[in-house]
């Protein structure tokens, strides 16, 4: 029986009292990435926050490794699990550097002091996000694409074994978007990180994703490997419309092959 990093078992979720997805059975290898499609509304954010414990389940159960995610608590749940949702985040009076920094406290005690290995993972994680050029400037100055950025290296700083992202490359351009994921990829390879994420780019879900969870009502529609989900013309009574256009453009998918072998 093939050996599962993370899974829910009938995990029902939604807001107070009120189911809005119900039944849900995800289960991921490590270093697996899992991509949430489906229309404005169904529910991936929910998902997300309920999956990283910021929404209570309404019922079922969410596993890391053999442990129940209710049963973990502060460092413990920190040091396996870092999230990166889409809210506005206020750092004031700090340079990106220092809200990457913030990524180690899990590890620096209670006052929050790096400590040589602390820096030299801060320094390393600025460097693999291509953000060391802007440390020194304030976070709250920067643009949102590089906000963006910031933010993931912050939880990589973490070092976690999984990572929940919520619509991540949204204030990016298509470099930057090709980038962002390739770093998801390159850690997911080296380092087995778990990956979960909703995406409104179908081509770049197509691309990066092992498995596509595909949400539409009250139920999970579909989920499956990139072959699975686009071979028929699901993904058109998915967002209830024809293929988008942008899956039949020859130049934009060059494009994009062009620049994610670069």
């Given at each position: 029986m093939e050996q599962y990093y993370f899974m829910t078992k009938k995990m029902c979720v939604g807001y107070g009292n009120r189911p809005l997805i119900k039944d849900v059975e995800i289960a991921l290898a490590k270093g697996e990435i899992l991509s949430l499609i489906g229309p404005n509304g169904a529910g991936k954010s929910t998902m997300l926050k309920s999956i990283a414990g910021q929404l209570r389940l309404l019922g079922g159960t969410v596993y890391l490794g053999q442990a129940s995610l209710s049963e973990m608590k502060g460092n413990e749940l920190a040091r396996k699990m870092s999230v990166v949702f889409t809210q506005k985040v206020r750092a004031e009076l700090k340079s990106c550097r220092d809200v990457v920094a913030t990524g180690r406290y899990p590890y620096t005690g209670?006052?929050?002091?790096?400590?040589?290995?602390?820096?030299?993972i801060v320094d390393e994680v600025m460097a693999l996000t291509r953000i060391t050029d802007i440390g020194g400037q304030d976070f709250n100055k920067i643009s949102d694409g590089q906000k963006q950025r910031v933010m993931l290296a912050r939880a990589i700083c973490q070092e976690p074994e999984i990572?929940?992202?919520?619509?991540?490359?949204?204030?990016?351009?298509?470099?930057?978007k090709l980038e962002f994921l390739s770093i998801l990829d390159e850690m997911r390879k080296k380092k087995g990180l778990t990956?979960?994420?909703?995406?409104?780019?179908?081509?770049?879900?197509?691309?990066?994703?092992?498995?596509?969870?595909?949400?539409?009502?009250?139920?999970?529609?579909?989920?499956?490997t990139p072959a699975e989900i686009f071979e028929t013309d699901f993904i058109e009574r998915?967002?209830?419309?024809?293929e988008a256009d942008f899956l039949k453009d020859e130049r934009f998918l060059a494009y994009v092959r062009q620049i994610g072998s670069g």
């Open positions: 209670w006052f929050g002091v790096l400590s040589g290995e602390d820096a030299r990572i929940i992202l919520d619509e991540p490359t949204s204030y990016l351009d298509i470099r930057y990956v979960i994420m909703s995406l409104h780019e179908l081509e770049l879900a197509r691309i990066i994703s092992d498995k596509i969870l595909c949400l539409k009502g009250a139920y999970v529609e579909r989920c499956g998915l967002y209830g419309m024809e």
